[in-house]
């Protein structure tokens, strides 16, 4: 018994991946921007020198 994947089921898969992805890249992009917002407005600095 074979189990085929129609090219109109595989596509949809790949559009819902993409825009899933895409979805999670402005979500992690958001937050990422509030925290360096809040580090902005509260006056936390890192000191580059330690990081290196």
Known sequence: MTSY???DEA???LV???LGSVLLLMV???LGLA???TME???IRLDTRRLH
């Open 28 to 30: 992690f992009s958001g």
């Open 5 to 7: 994947i129609f090219f």
């Open 35 to 37: 925290f360096i917002e």
């Open 11 to 13: 596509l949809q898969m």
């Open 16 to 18: 819902n991946a993409f």
């Open 41 to 43: 407005k509260t006056g």
